[in-house]
């Protein structure tokens, strides 16, 4: 089962516009990452929060984190044709093997899909 | 060199074929992962391997066999696939092992479809 939800499923905007796609998750975590991903082919790391974190900034990206409320966000600011991708939250949480080996299991979310218009 | 290498891009193969994916990374990595995703779909963890030994598997069929050779190699066979495995499996590896603060490297998939 997937740890995460994210909304909206689909965001269409302008160039220049921003944009802000939410995710929730259901466990304690580690960490949350943010993934794009275009035209089903690999995924690339964006941004990662740690869980003692509540804001992060990269460039033209602003992620949040409200582990009170199981949340992030992510805002991609003044937003460019080239940002059209899928976007995937990915929540990381600890666990260990039957032989207590720990490890970092990474679950994403749904996705959003963005469309930016020129 | 900053990337993960998968072979084939693409791979058909019918239900009774034996296969192999094929995974690379020179960066160092000690964990390294398998993926699958269908399509419109988010990716699904398979298989988990930190320093070259197997530390979960996330109740993955049998015809599914993965094998890491060393550091930097991961492969995952296949036999006596299902139409419902084709997919694109994605490999990826970070550079710790446990529940540290690493993004993931992937590599580019490979698209499989079972006939």
């Known amino acids: 089962s997937q740890q995460g939800e994210e909304d909206p499923q689909a965001l269409s905007i302008q160039e220049g516009e921003n944009a802000t796609m939410n995710c929730s998750y259901k466990?304690?975590?580690?960490?949350l990452q943010w993934y794009r991903q275009n035209s089903g082919r690999g995924l690339v790391h964006l941004i990662l929060?740690?869980?003692?974190?509540r804001e992060k900034h990269s460039g033209r990206l602003r992620v949040t984190l409200d582990t009170s409320k199981k949340s992030s966000s992510l805002l991609i600011t003044a937003s460019r044709a080239a940002d059209t991708a899928s976007y995937f939250c990915?929540?990381?949480?600890?666990?260990?093997?039957?032989?207590?080996?720990?490890?970092?299991?990474?679950?994403f979310g749904q996705g959003t899909i963005l469309t930016v218009h020129p | 060199d900053t990337e993960v290498t998968q072979t084939p891009k693409h791979l058909v193969m019918g239900m009774t074929n034996k296969k192999s994916l094929k995974c690379e990374q020179h960066?160092?990595?000690?964990?390294m992962y398998w993926y699958k995703q269908k399509a419109k779909k988010p990716p699904e963890l398979m298989f988990v391997?930190?320093?070259?030994?197997?530390?979960i598997n996330e109740s993955v069929p049998s015809r599914f066999s993965p094998e890491c050779p060393n550091s930097s190699l991961l492969n995952l066979h296949l036999h006596a696939l299902q139409p419902e495995d084709s997919a694109l499996y994605l490999c990826?590896?970070?550079?710790?092992?446990?529940?540290?603060?690493?993004?993931?490297?992937f590599g580019s998939g490979t698209r499989l479809t079972v006939v």
């Open positions: 391997y930190s320093y070259e030994k197997l530390s």
């Open positions: 960066m160092g990595h000690r964990a």
């Open positions: 929060i740690r869980s003692n974190e």
């Open positions: 466990t304690s975590i580690n960490n």
């Open positions: 990915a929540a990381l949480r600890g666990a260990a093997n039957a032989g207590g080996t720990s490890y970092g299991k990474l679950t």
């Open positions: 990826a590896s970070s550079r710790g092992a446990g529940e540290g603060n690493y993004g993931y490297t």
